[in-house]
Structure formats: structure tokens, C-alpha cells
T-cell receptor, first 113, second 113 residues
Framework: GEDVEQSLFLSVREGDSSVINCTYTDSSSTYLYWYKQEPGAGLQLLTYIFSNMDMKQDQRLTVLLNKKDKHLSLRIADTQTGDSAIYFCAESPTTSGTYKYIFGTGTRLKVLA | EPEVTQTPSHQVTQMGQEVILRCVPISNHLYFYWYRQILGQKVEFLVSFYNNEISEKSEIFDDQFSVERPDGSNFTLKIRSTKLEDSAMYFC???????????FGPGTRLTVT
């Protein structure tokens, strides 16, 4: 089935690292994505990783991919109050033919000052 | 930088009325999508569109929904007879040939009363 799971909430102190986890189901996904959604706003692409990579670093963001376990994580270093938002992972199964996105349930990150 | 635009940003309508949500995808993109996000829930795929026809639709996309590309720039989602449960944020997205990355619009918030 098509189900992408994330933990619902994460609370961290400003300056700490945040790790948001995601498990996906379709191993055919060529790319996996992380999106950020601030309150009342749209979807902002943060980063993505190609499925043949284990890790991708982009400034404060590090994405880790474990294909065997179908597990994806997003680490935010030196988390700031502006990072408070909902974070969605998404897979794009090539089996669908249309490369539609299947989004996770979203993780609400709260950064405490 | 080119972006996907959506109008209106907020639409309020009465139950049973027809609504048309409009999107202008990025000009050289060929693949178009609609997604829906009910308040507090995850983003769900509705439909994908390519070469003037629907390429995939979800179970949510029933006979009350239709999509159209009436001219070379607009991509519309019509809901024929709105229900209370259609209240949601609707996102349009587009992508170009040869790329999996979808670019999202800012969304239209539909409120059905």
C-alpha cells in the first residue's frame, strides 16, 4: 500500500539538533523529498535525495536514507525558532507512472527559545 | 524565478455550489497535479494531467471533480456540487519533462459553508 509515516510531534530547544524521521513503502521511488509548511502557508521544498545516495548535506540540513529499511531522516543542525513548522517527507513512486507525490503525515516541530 | 500561481487564495462557497480553482503552472512544464490538504491532515494526491488528459486520479477524485486546461496557461479544478467535506487547501503543482521535482503553488483555501 501507499503509506508514508512520520512521528507527529517533535520539540527541541533552540540551538539543539532536530531529527525528523520518516518511513516509506515504495522502493521504486527515485527521489525522496522534504517539505516545510509554515502556519497557513504553502509547501516549501527544503531538500531532496536521490535513491542511490545514503546521505546528502545542504547547509544546516542533513538527509539520511536507509533504503533497506525504507527509512528517511532529516537532521536540522542548530535549530532556530524560525524552523518551527510542519515537515513533510514525500516519496514519488516510479511505479505510478505519473510520479505523483505521496506525502507523509507530517511532523510538527516546535522550537523552544 | 518562475513560479506556480493559484487564484483565488481563499474561496468561500455554499454547499451545493460549483467552484473553479485556477492555477497557472510554470510555462514550459508539461505535467500538472492537484493535491488537497484538509485542515490538520496530510497532503493527498487528487489527480495528474498530461497531454490534455487525466493520467492518474485518486479515490477522492470522484465524478464531482473535473480538471481542464482551457488554454495554454491555465489549469483548473472544478468541483461541481461542493460538500462540507470539500473544505480544504488545494495545491496545484507542475513539473517539466525529464525532472521528477514538482513545483507547488501557494494553495487555495476552500471553505464550504
Amino acid at each position: 500500500g501507499e503509506d508514508v509515516e512520520q512521528s507527529l510531534f517533535l520539540s527541541v530547544r533552540e540551538g539543539d539538533s532536530s531529527v525528523i524521521n520518516c518511513t516509506y513503502t515504495d522502493s521504486s521511488s527515485t527521489y525522496l523529498y522534504w517539505y516545510k509548511q509554515e502556519p497557513g502557508a504553502g509547501l516549501q521544498l527544503l531538500t531532496y535525495i536521490f535513491s542511490n545516495m545514503d546521505m546528502k548535506q545542504d547547509q544546516r540540513l542533513t538527509v539520511l536514507l536507509n533504503k533497506k529499511d525504507k527509512h528517511l531522516s532529516l537532521r536540522i543542525a542548530d535549530t532556530q525558532t524560525g524552523d518551527s513548522a510542519i515537515y513533510f517527507c514525500a516519496e514519488s513512486p516510479t511505479t505510478s507512472g505519473t510520479y505523483k507525490y505521496i506525502f507523509g503525515t507530517g511532523t510538527r516541530l516546535k522550537v523552544l527559545a | 524565478e518562475p513560479e506556480v500561481t493559484q487564484t483565488p487564495s481563499h474561496q468561500v462557497t455554499q454547499m451545493g455550489q460549483e467552484v473553479i480553482l485556477r492555477c497557472v503552472p510554470i510555462s514550459n512544464h508539461l505535467y500538472f497535479y492537484w493535491y488537497r490538504q484538509i485542515l490538520g491532515q496530510k497532503v493527498e494526491f487528487l489527480v495528474s494531467f498530461y497531454n490534455n488528459e487525466i493520467s492518474e486520479k485518486s479515490e477522492i477524485f470522484d465524478d464531482q471533480f473535473s480538471v481542464e486546461r482551457p488554454d495554454g496557461s491555465n489549469f483548473t479544478l472544478k468541483i461541481r456540487s461542493t460538500k462540507l467535506e470539500d473544505s480544504a487547501m488545494y495545491f496545484c503543482a507542475s513539473r517539466t519533462q525529464g525532472s521528477y521535482e514538482q513545483y507547488f503553488g501557494p494553495g487555495t483555501r476552500l471553505t464550504v459553508t
